[in-house]
């Protein structure tokens, strides 16, 4: 199940036309997670087929692709460079698993 627009949308509860108004934007908050995870593990998603099972790589790009539509604007606090919760482990279970390449 590959991370789209539609899916952050639905991820952070945003109205349609929020999502449409958006999503340009939202593509590419979701392309820059993309890159910053590949980046981080050093691996890229196996494509396979999982019934729309969402996959650790996946959860990871969302995560980090929300947090940065949501923290978007002008930085006034540490609380916005805070990582959403749980998003190192999934780093970390990438980097040591053997579903990734």
Do not use: C, W
Not at 54 to 81: E, P
């Amino acid at each position: 199940m590959a991370v789209t627009v539609e899916s952050i949308g639905a991820y952070l509860y945003l109205e349609s036309d929020v999502i449409t108004d958006d999503t340009d934007l939202i593509q590419g908050f979701i392309n820059g997670a993309l890159d910053e995870v590949r980046d981080a593990t050093g691996k890229a998603l196996i494509e396979t087929e999982t019934s729309g099972v969402i996959n650790n790589f996946d959860l990871a790009v969302t995560m980090l692709a929300a947090h940065r539509y949501m923290n978007r604007g002008i930085i006034s606090d540490k609380s916005s460079y805070i990582i959403p919760e749980g998003y190192d482990m999934l780093i970390k279970r990438i980097s040591l698993s053997s579903a990734y390449v």
